[in-house]
Nanobody, 126 residues
Framework: HVQLVESGGGSVQAGGSLRLSCAASKYRYTSYCMGWFRQAPGKEREGVASIDSDGRTTRYADSVKGRFTISRDSAKNILYLQLNSLQPEDAAMYYC????????????????????WGQGTQVTVS
């Protein structure tokens, strides 16, 4: 079955950086829109960023614009999220997800648009 496995989380000080990775096995995700979501304790899961199948169209939550960058390496079948200038409010469990559509418009941040999910990687900011 499809597996998405995140890695790269950790604990950093405010202002620091991390790069999250999401590796897909038994699944060529390059045909589909992919996204990163996060969920902090006591809060709802929120969409952070998405990238369409063409790799050219990216979207970000207002709270992370200019600080986070989503990208994909189609040859390696890996999705990335570069997190810069991290703040305590960025602390959460981060999940990658895959849609079964090549493009998502305004619904990119709706978790119901995504079919496959990873197990998450924790980001802590102090």
């Amino acid at each position: 079955h499809v597996q998405l496995v995140e890695s790269g989380g950790g604990s950093v000080q405010a202002g620091g950086s991390l790069r999250l990775s999401c590796a897909a096995s038994k699944y060529r995700y390059t045909s589909y829109c992919m996204g990163w979501f996060r969920q902090a304790p006591g809060k709802e899961r929120e969409g952070v960023a998405s990238i369409d199948s063409d790799g050219r169209t990216t979207r970000y939550a207002d709270s992370v614009k200019g600080r986070f960058t989503i990208s994909r390496d189609s040859a390696k079948n890996i999705l990335y999220l570069q997190l810069n200038s991290l703040q305590p409010e960025d602390a959460a469990m981060y999940y990658c997800a895959s849609s079964t559509y090549p493009y998502l418009g305004m619904g990119w941040s709706d978790s119901f648009e995504y079919t496959y999910w990873g197990q998450g990687t924790q980001v802590t900011v102090s």
